[in-house]
């Protein structure tokens, strides 16, 4: 008896403190999904010594609201500046450079112009083109705003500083 009201907890407790989680995916997997249910694409570009990016991730994507629109909204891809292996890309094959103790990954240097900071939120189109890297921590509020404007298609009519003045918080 003691052993089915431990499991009865343990099953009640899973669900109730269960979170909805950004569903992040390879960039094959987002090509593939892309053409059957084409979304705009957020890439989280990180490194494993970012300190902001694991503070992004523990407060940002972590944020069950944000998640919810995110996994709703969008395709989500995260990437480590760093590894090794390669990845085919929009038909390119892209690879890890060494450089002195550390070196990085060409699809990094590509998605962020060369301009090597981290985190780094990368915005793509439904068709997969570049819309803006945004480099630094963004809390969650301040990352609301942008997945909302990109999200929304505003970028295409609407400086974002115009957008953020009327915007409001779902959080």
């Known amino acids: 008896m003691k052993k089915l009201i431990l499991i009865a907890l343990v099953a009640f407790s899973s669900i109730t403190f269960a979170q909805e989680t950004i569903q992040w995916k390879s960039f094959e997997e987002v090509e593939?999904?892309?053409k059957e249910d084409p979304k705009p694409v957020i890439i989280d570009v990180y490194t494993d010594w970012?300190?902001?990016?694991?503070k992004m991730d523990?407060?940002?994507f972590q944020n069950e609201k944000i998640a919810k629109y995110v996994n709703e909204n969008f395709y989500a891809i995260k990437f480590?500046?760093?590894?090794k292996?390669?990845?085919v890309f929009q038909g390119h094959t892209f690879k890890y450079v060494a450089q002195g103790k550390r070196g990085y990954h060409e699809l990094?240097?590509?998605l962020l112009n060369g301009k090597m900071s981290y985190p780094n939120i990368v915005y793509l189109d439904k068709e997969l083109k570049m819309i803006q890297p945004v480099p630094g921590y963004m809390a969650a509020p301040q990352f609301e705003q942008i997945i909302n404007y990109i999200a929304g298609e505003h970028y295409q009519t609407t400086e974002f500083e115009t957008y953020k003045s009327n915007f409001e918080s779902q959080l």
């Open 108 to 110: 990094a240097a590509s």
């Open 80 to 83: 480590n500046a760093e590894q």
């Open 50 to 54: 970012c300190g902001w990016c694991k």
């Open 32 to 34: 593939l999904a892309s």
């Open 85 to 87: 292996e390669e990845v």
């Open 58 to 60: 523990k407060d940002t």
